[in-house]
């Protein structure tokens, strides 16, 4: 829709429009220069002309620049333009640029009322864009920035369709009134274009319609959310944006009861482009507005699993079908209780999902999922009978809770667990301080890969050097760091390809996170006791995550097979800071499909002071990895030195990072900062 407060903007934009811009079909060497428009008869031209040369015509100019949703300019596409004044219709193709331009000559009391023009666009492989176009009296020029939407020759099954939101979204605004902020004098334009839009599919008079009654009525937000219903059944997804927009800067000026559905169709946006982290917050909103509805708990789920926050998700999924959602959630919230490691409740959802059905006959993410779900549960099995037959044997696995596997000298045993909640307690907010205050930092790192024999000793190594950044994402929704390795020229990069000698290695500042006061309810926590290290006091914590409750967890990869990971481990805190100095941990359990038989990661932190923050950041300064995966022995150690502030956003594409600071190739100490 053509909006008063972007006609000066865009008309400006396009003051350049060249004239060349018109042609008659896709654009050739010929056509260059020689524009021409179709449908124009010569005895209207020749009359205009005449009426030109009286002063009696206004010329008006409309322009456009046609964009993909990532910003590539679309070159030949087909547009038609329409309008309200008698012109001839035109038909144009957007030029290698992308751009077209249409120029109309309008009898002067014809210019007197607003000039409408309807612009459809086409190409092979997107979506059909209309849009209704107002110039208001007075503007003469206007230029537009229009996004055509590619086809989907495959449609995730995983994501709400477009239609699927206007059936649920649309009944719940076709009946409105002046309580909604709809005039008396407005309603009969309303309920005509809501029954164009809805019962007739007349969209070419539905879109009009709806926008003159958001024109004649601004306070009335359902109706600005209607239109945006209609707008983006027509292929406009650019408007749709705006008046959402709009509406949610009304609900939030407003001290009246706002409503749920603008949150939710802003957020169903992001959603569409992939991009959870800001789609959260609206939906977000969505649920402050609605708590029980099942379409907005759904679509919070859905963002939820798309930003890997599975055990929220589940949650909100959980909320979402006891509140009557369709079968949307139930594949959604399997795919969360596979990730946070319930298997079973999984397959019981999927299964609810499938009503019946084959998973064979459906698209290949679900089968995938009922797959890696199936697995899940085989390995469940696998791995009890694999626990039975070891204890035959004498094995007794790995259980740091009732017997850490390794000599603690000089601890003096706790009498009891008193002690424990405080200690947790103030080491959490240590943890939820650290993540909360933890600025952009580089640091050098070196990692040493090794395969090792059967002894122990090393067979194959190879050394590399990385300038490590620590990026605290520019949306967050938690406790969590970005991580990146970059090579001595400021360029992204990762760690050599992985192979059967070495592995991929990372993550370790979030180590700490099994003890952030919103995860502990995750794990299970025990105090040893204290124990001397060079003349420091230490508290000693062992701890198991539970599957199924904890809302953290690491990733092991091979291949295309991912599977979740949860530790157990041992802790040393300082007992005058409470601080987390050392964490030693293991696998909760092994993960028979890929053969992993053994993770032991043993991480030392040290306090890192920047003279530009009063605040220590106490970070991983030595980690080593052991593994025990198919058969191969592997170990990766990783040291961490001269850390400096850095001015990465990550935002930004890394490719040479602002402020990252000089690569220091001599390292000294590495409690020696910047």
Known sequence: ???????????????????????????????????????????????????????????????????????????????EIANNVGAPQQFLYTDHQGEFRADYDVFHEDASREFVATVKVSKKGY?????????TNGVDTLGLALTLQPVENQPNPMVLTQQQLIDAVAPRLRNLGPADGLAAKDQKDYVRGVQDFLDRQHLDQAVPRLFKVTQADPNCTKCGTMLSLAEMS??????????????????????????????LMYGVLWEWRDEPRYALPFLLNAAKYAPHDALVLQELGR????????????????????????PDAHLLRAEALEWIGNPGEAMAEMNRYLNGRSPRSLPPQIRDLYDQIRAGKKDQSVLAAMKVKAKARGRVPLDYLNQPPMELPGLVAAADQKQLAPILAAVGKNVAQLFANLPNICSIEKVNQEKLTGDGKGEKSRERKYRYLMVVPDQRWGPGIDEYRADPKGRLTTQPAVDDNYMLTEGFVS???????????????????????????????V???????????????????????????????????????????DLLDVLPELRLEKETTDVTFDQVNFKQSTQGFWLPKEVTVNLDWNGRLLRNEHS????????????????????????????STPETVQ
Request: proline share 5%; aromatic share 10%; glycine share 8%.
């Open 640 to 667: 961490y030195s001269d850390f400096l502030l850095s001015n990465v956003e990550s935002k930004q594409t890394i490719a040479r990072p602002k402020g990252a600071g000089k690569i220091v190739d001599d390292a």
């Open 234 to 263: 027509w292929g406009d997804w650019d408007d749709p944006k705006r008046d959402l927009q709009n509406s949610i800067d009304a609900i939030s000026k407003n001290s009246k009861p706002g409503f749920a559905e603008p949150f």
């Open 1 to 79: 829709m053509g909006r008063s407060s972007a006609v000066v903007f865009l008309a400006a934009t396009f003051s350049f429009i060249p004239a060349i811009l018109l042609a008659q079909g896709p654009p050739t060497g010929s056509q260059i220069g020689s524009p021409t428009l179709m449908n124009t008869s010569s005895d209207i031209t020749n009359d205009r002309m005449v009426h030109n040369m009286m002063g009696d015509l206004v010329h008006k100019t409309l322009g456009a620049i046609i964009r993909t949703p990532e910003g590539k300019r679309v070159s030949d596409a087909k547009v």
């Open 303 to 326: 963002a939820q699993c798309l930003s890997m926050d599975f055990w929220d998700a589940n949650g909100s999924l959980q909320k979402a079908v006891a509140a009557g959602a369709g």
């Open 543 to 585: 701890y198991a995550q539970r599957p199924g409750k904890s809302p953290i967890s690491g990733t092991f990869t091979y291949g295309a097979t991912t599977r979740n990971v949860y530790k157990q481990g041992i802790a040393w805190i300082d007992a005058e800071n409470y601080q987390v100095v050392r964490m030693v941990t």
């Open 511 to 541: 180590a700490p996170l099994v003890f952030y006061p919103d995860y502990q309810q995750g794990s299970t926590f025990r105090l040893l006791g204290t124990q001397d290290v060079k003349g420091t006091k230490y508290y000693v914590i």
């Open 127 to 135: 979506q059909v864009l209309h849009k209704v176009v107002v110039m």
